[in-house]
């Protein structure tokens, strides 16, 4: 890199001076959440996500050229400048030309497909999403008809979009990938709304922009290439519809489901269509009626942030992940792998973890339901199977006695035991169905410290 223009990166490094930039000082919009925005499911759009509904947790991967060194960009004197994000390129203006040269040096020798699929099945996840473009507009694929791509334009020249593919079907976990939709900043025609995430600093006139020529000439053949070149893709991942047409937004879901009618497509791709909504980066208050997912970082940033070391400890992913299910939604958690091709250590630490309660626990997740409960109980979560019931214990009763309130089925036959101990002894249990409450003799403390499950059945 030591050919990069050097006043450009001096105003660069100026700028960041000026405005003492971390990445917390980093102005972001309050996150879209629009699991309210789409129509209610058709019958096919519910056959599509009948496994999807059932899987409840999946890994989001975040990887692009920003991996390189972290969200940081080299200046002339040999520092990293903060880029604050993976939105770096925009963050810190980099022309390009400058920023293309990233992909003159990355060479993620250390990318192993079959070990990052391996790590998302061990944490108990049935699905996989990862960043085909974002927004800096590089292909992490071999992308026709432009070969601003990974295997035209690095000296790598792998296809990392085939490599997952076809290690998810070897390991039998669903495959997809997300599409920066109204955000490219690599092509001239694509404004958004008051040029707030556009390239202004290449292409500063918005009013030339057309975004229907960016929607001909790179998004239909793009997304054409992913669903003709890898395989079955069970998700495509749209973000950022910004300046798409009610027309465009249309026209590509039937170019989608065309070409694979089992696809799922999330709200992103704009104006109100798509299979299910999504929440970023939080949780709703109460279930929908409506399929949805919560995208979340697993320590501070999506792609990998040199320095970020502020990890969910495994016990609030747990939390996280019991609490989205007990509202029927999915939750898909994010690694940001480096620039040499690796999950962080902490990141794998903490979904081995994960792993070990799914193992345990899996049931209480997998095809579930939301509750029916009125009130979220104070102790924890419940999920529901059928006439199967899940007591998701985070705080364990000092007197042993597990208060359920509202339980709207026959109290009368109703067993409780705990999850870990399918074949231990049943729970003493009283109810009065005249208040809807049962009342559980708990052991003196929990099988887990995390989350212990205690199981109702009929």
Sequence with gaps: MSKLNSALILLAAAALL????????????????????????????????????AARFGMFIHWGLYSQWGCHYPGTNGELLNGGSEHMMQHLKIPLRQYAKIADVFD?????????????????????????????????????????????????????????????????????V???????????????????????WDYPDESKKIFASYFERKVK?????????????????????????????????????KLQPDCIIN????????????????????????????????????????????WKPASSVIHNLVDIASKGGNYLLNVGPTGQGEIPQRAVDDLRQIGTWMKANGQSIYGTTASLLKVQPQWGRVTEN?????????NWPVDGKLIVPDIETNQATLTAHLLEERDGKELKLDHNAENGIVVIDLPAKPLDPIDTVVVLTH
């Design 18 to 53: 000026a405005l003492k930039l971390r990445a917390s000082d980093i102005p972001l919009p309050e996150p879209p959440n629009d699991a309210s925005l789409i129509a209610a499911p058709d019958a096919a759009s519910a056959d599509r996500l009948a496994w999807w509904n």
């Design 221 to 257: 053949p793009q997304i054409t290439g992913l669903l003709t070149q890898y395989g079955p893709i069970a998700v495509l991942w749209f973000d950022t519809p910004e300046e798409i047409s009610k027309a465009e937004s249309l026209e590509l879901v039937e170019l989608i489901h």
């Design 178 to 200: 997300y599409y920066s939709l109204g955000r490219d900043w690599a092509d001239p025609d694509v404004p958004t709304r008051n040029g707030y995430r556009s390239n202004t």
């Design 108 to 176: 993620p020798t250390n990318f192993n497909a079959g070990e990052w699929v391996a790590i998302a099945k061990n944490a108990g996840m049935k699905y996989l999403v990862i960043t085909a473009k974002h927004h800096d507009g590089f292909a992490m694929f071999n992308s026709p008809g432009d070969d601003y791509n990974i295997v035209k334009r690095t000296p790598w020249h792998r296809d990392p979009v085939r490599e997952l593919a076809e290690a998810c079907r070897k390991q039998d976990l669903k495959f997809g």
């Design 267 to 310: 709200s992103r791709v704009g104006n109100g269509l798509g299979d299910y909504g999504v929440q970023e980066q939080q949780i709703p208050g109460a279930a929908g009626v409506k399929s949805w997912e919560t995208c979340m970082t697993l320590n501070g940033h999506w792609g990998y942030f040199l320095g970020d070391e502020k």
């Design 386 to 394: 059928g006439e199967t019931i899940y007591l998701h214990v985070f």
